[in-house]
């Protein structure tokens, strides 16, 4: 079912959601089993709860779409809680190249930036 606000589009489908805004974009949420990705180009990707995954290939599969052939920039970001099925690997990867966190550094295989930035419980 669509809905049509101004230049704004909606549509729902099979547990996905689609967005299309007047100037070309589109937002798509959908779950990592429902959607095939393999030919899919986007510009942005949140992972929400990434210690969830047990492995990062789910993770490392998705950001393998993260591109743009008209140059627009890419970026991921992801959010997660201590514990968890993959604890292991998101500490490897993310927190123990700077665990006191703040601290862009470049991954020696990729080339890309990553940063971890705790979150702070205050009372």
Not at 9 to 36: H, N, V
Not at 65 to 87: D, E, I, K, W, Y
């Amino acid at each position: 079912m669509g809905r049509s606000a101004g230049s704004i589009t909606s549509r729902t489908r099979c547990g996905e959601r689609l967005m299309g805004l007047g100037f070309g974009s589109r937002i798509l949420s959908a779950t990592l089993t429902r959607r095939r990705i393999k030919a899919t180009a986007i510009t942005r990707l949140y992972v929400e709860e990434i210690g969830n995954f047990p492995s990062d290939r789910p993770v490392l599969k998705l950001m393998a779409t993260l591109r743009s052939g008209a140059g627009v920039p890419v970026g991921f970001r992801a959010t997660g809680n201590p514990g968890g099925p993959g604890h292991q690997w998101v500490k490897a990867r993310y927190i123990d190249p700077a665990p006191m966190g703040f601290r862009v550094f470049r991954d020696a295989v990729s080339g890309l930036e990553r940063v971890y930035m705790h979150g702070q419980k205050l009372e």
